[in-house]
């Protein structure tokens, strides 16, 4: 099945710079790549996805960028704010199968 | 809308003992799926369904039971208990296998 790895598990930085977490997938038919905001106590919600169709996909401060000849993706997240600290799951699916999520990052934005 | 329901939010079992962890929808998704969630690991899908009557096994089916008798309600059956089984336990819904899914808040089960 698909292999994805995601880095960095745990990453802070100061209110107002921008976060990077980065997840490869190791097969080459995966096609649909969403990205989860996990806050405390509650279960994972989509902020933004991309299929393979696209290179890069923007929503206000959220991007994700796709890499298909290297096979990963990336999540930028501009401007932080205290509420971007979550925790952030990327996955990998191909049509008709399961999704495939990764380790998750935690991010924590420094006031 | 209430999205996707669990119950219980919280549960403490005993070795050997089973119970049920319920799961219902309301966007009228044919998939919906169980993941368990542990530190670490991230999600890890336990059991899926396409649609009323098909269920299949994931990547980590051994231990538990499904079924999907309605296309609202995919209940997740934990037979006999293990201490292996403390997780937390999310169930998930989308209008198809490759679409964004819809998460519930979760089951946190403690089996002691």
């Known amino acids: 099945g698909e292999n994805v790895e995601q880095h960095p598990s745990t990453l802070s930085v100061q209110e107002g710079d921008s976060a990077v977490i980065k997840c490869t997938y190791s097969?080459?038919?995966?096609?649909?790549f969403p990205w989860y905001k996990q806050e405390l106590g509650k279960g994972p919600q989509l902020i933004i996805d991309?299929?393979?169709?696209?290179g890069e996909k923007k929503d206000q401060r959220i991007a994700v960028t796709l890499n298909k000849t290297a096979k990963h993706f990336s999540l930028h997240i501009t401007e932080t704010q205290p509420e971007d600290s979550a925790v952030y799951f990327c996955?990998?699916?191909?049509?008709?199968?399961?999704?495939?999520f990764g380790t998750g990052t935690s991010l924590t934005v420094i006031p | 809308n209430a999205g996707v329901t669990q119950t219980p939010k919280f549960q403490v079992l005993k070795t050997g003992q089973s119970m049920t962890l319920q799961c219902a929808q309301d966007?009228?998704?044919?998939?919906m799926s169980w993941y368990r969630q542990d530190p670490g690991m991230g999600l890890r899908l336990i059991h899926y369904?396409?649609?009323?009557?098909?269920?299949d096994q994931g990547e980590v089916p051994n231990g538990y039971n499904v079924s999907r008798s309605t296309t609202e309600d995919f209940p997740l059956r934990l037979l006999s208990a293990a201490p292996s089984q403390t997780s937390v336990y999310f169930c998930?819904?989308?209008?198809?296998?490759?679409?964004?899914?819809?998460f519930g808040d979760g089951t946190r089960l403690s089996i002691l």
């Open positions: 998930a819904s989308s209008s198809n296998i490759n679409q964004p899914q819809h």
């Open positions: 369904s396409v649609g009323a009557g098909i269920t």
């Open positions: 996955a990998a699916s191909k049509t008709g199968n399961q999704f495939y």
């Open positions: 097969d080459s038919a995966s096609n649909y």
């Open positions: 991309i299929r393979s169709n696209v």
């Open positions: 966007m009228n998704h044919e998939y």
